[in-house]
């Protein structure tokens, strides 16, 4: 595709830090619905961004392989699983509420 000018882009070039890899998984998240292997591929691209499958897997108190099992094509990691491998990346999961849903009910 080179002669065309045209490059390819990977988005794990542009995650240089935990508060990036936070908002682009978000971003993701946001965008996957209900898609979960959607949100699996975009911590498998912060892994790759981070340089070190195997620093995250330690971090994440997971072997390379179980990080790489968690994370590949069709896999349904426990929610334990994506929990270390986000604490893994140095970043958190956050629940917001919807804008869409109104119960009527204040929080208190």
Excluded at 34 to 59: F, K, N, P, Y
Excluded at 60 to 89: M, Q, Y
């Amino acid at each position: 595709m080179s002669g065309l000018g045209i490059t390819i882009f990977d988005p794990a070039e542009a995650l240089t830090d935990p508060e990036c890899m936070a908002a682009y998984v978000d971003v993701v998240a946001e965008e996957a619905g209900d898609d979960a292997g959607e949100i699996l591929g975009a911590l498998g691209i912060a892994v790759r961004a981070s340089g070190s499958a195997t620093a995250v897997a330690m971090r994440a108190g997971l072997t390379l392989g179980e990080l790489e099992t968690a994370l590949a094509k069709g896999a349904e990691p426990s929610f334990e699983a994506v929990l270390k491998i986000a604490r893994g990346l140095g970043i958190r999961m956050r629940f917001a509420a919807k804008n869409d849903v109104r119960t009527g009910k204040g929080c208190g």
